[in-house]
């Protein structure tokens, strides 16, 4: 071999070595995390004295990803803006949904009528609210929807400030619910500990913006901007980083805390499951499913009695009838719902039996949930159980 050969074997080895880690360094990000600072350009949130809430949002949620970037080199961060430019709410849900993150982590500042005292960090999740108050916090961040052009068309008619609207949030169905509640937890718990804010808890109220996105997701209120002592703290560059810092944290602890849970092949088996799960809504749903075809292995159905099964795990194909994940439960079968391949269990027109089975599965899917089906087509799972308690 001659020299001049040898020296381009090298080149090609060092490229080859060179592509290699590039493309070993993309792979390795393969945990998403999108953080959404809420408002921005023409919609400035809250307001206090001196600082808009957009700012003091957008400052968090840039230092906060940079602690990301900076200590987690397997995490992706993507933000819904880096910048003052304005959003609209289901944009901001479909960058994570098309991101396919793993995370929506929404920043947002808090803000009170008549009070100049009330202080202190929340941390939200989508759900039905349990208080007026709660449902006040959703309805201010809900009603930036305003500033969007087309918002009735975009929105399907929801008013963000009228309280009916919100009936939408009692028939949901979160297929991430629990993860993030315990992520809200974990915040909560640095909020308080590390960024040593007031502690204002974990609630649940229907914010369309956590609606939209088909992951874990949760909102966080770093503090009320009405109160001056707290819009201080927060415009300023030492608050913006320590609340930075306790967001951080807790993501640290969930993240570590997936990865124990998941481990190896696991991971990559539970991501491609929730890419393709969704935040269903019953009262929607039944419009939506009109297309579901139901063909299933079993077939449980006593005439026109609605027939309930537990839904436990979404897969974008159709799984092996021998993988593992569908083995050891009962009547396993599955229905295509807008191109996910969705999987029941434990069929029966007696509701209180599947909800003795749903204890079951719960232990092994923790998120899994019951829905109901009349003649192969999904029925509203309230309706059903109402008609079932009536014919008892
Ligand atoms: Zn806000």
């Known amino acids: 071999m001659t020299a001049s050969k040898k020296s381009f074997l090298r080149i090609v080895l060092l490229l080859c070595t060179m592509c290699f880690s590039i493309s070993y360094i993309v792979e390795a990000q393969d945990f998403v995390l999108v953080i959404d600072a809420g408002h921005g350009g023409h919609d400035p949130g809250a307001i206090g004295k001196k600082a808009k809430e957009k700012d003091i949002n957008l400052n968090v949620a840039l230092k906060l990803g940079k602690m ?34 793993d995370l929506f982590l929404s920043i947002h500042t808090n803000s009170v009528a008549g009070s100049k005292t009330v202080m202190g960090a929340s941390t939200w999740t989508l759900g039905l609210a349990k ?29 963000p400030n009228s309280a009916e609207s ?49 992951m874990p997701s949760i909102l966080v209120e770093l503090g009320f901007i009405s109160t001056p002592a707290e819009e201080l703290f927060l415009a300023s560059e030492a608050g913006a980083t320590t609340m930075a810092k306790g967001i951080f944290r807790a993501f640290q602890t969930y993240k570590r805390e997936q990865e124990t849970k998941q481990g ?12 393709t799960t969704e935040k269903n809504f019953s009262s929607q749903e039944d419009k939506k499913v009109e297309q ?15 027939v309930f099964k537990i839904q436990f795990l979404t897969a974008g194909r159709k799984l092996a009838n021998n993988d593992r994940r ?14 996910t391949y969705k ?18 599965v719960t232990k092994r899917y923790k998120d899994a949930f019951i829905i109901a089906f009349r003649e ?3 029925i509203n799972v309230n309706d059903a159980i109402k008609e079932f308690s009536a014919n008892k």
Do not use: W
């Not at 397997?74 to 993150?101: C, G, M, P, Q, W």
């Not at 909020?191 to 913006?209: E, I, M, P, Y």
């Not at 579901?292 to 609605?306: E, H, L, N, R």
């Open 166 to 214: 919100y009936i939408i949030f009692e028939f949901m169905q979160d297929n991430y619910m629990s993860q993030s509640v315990h992520l809200a937890s974990l915040v909560q718990n640095e909020l308080k500990n590390t960024s040593k804010r007031r502690d204002q808890g974990v609630h649940q109220a229907g914010f369309l913006v956590l609606k939209a996105s088909a």
């Open 326 to 339: 569908l083995s050891g439960l009962p009547e396993v079968d599955f229905f295509v719902e807008n191109g």
């Open 343 to 360: 999987y029941t269990c434990g069929a029966s027109t007696d509701y209180n039996k599947v909800k003795a089975t749903l204890k079951d």
């Open 131 to 159: 208080s007026d108050a709660n449902l006040d916090v959703a309805k201010r961040e809900n009603s930036v929807i305003l500033y969007e052009d087309d918002y009735k068309t975009s929105y399907a008619g929801f008013d």
């Open 292 to 306: 579901s075809t139901a063909k299933g292995v079993t077939q449980t159905s006593d005439g026109s009695k609605p």
């Open 68 to 101: 990301v970037q900076e200590n987690c080199p397997d995490v992706k961060v993507i933000y819904t803006r880096s910048k003052d430019v304005f959003v609209s709410l289901n944009r901001r849900a479909e960058i994570a949904n098309n991101a396919k993150a």
């Open 376 to 378: 192969e087509k999904k």
């Open 264 to 275: 190896g092949t696991a991971t990559q088996q539970t991501k491609n499951t929730s890419l």
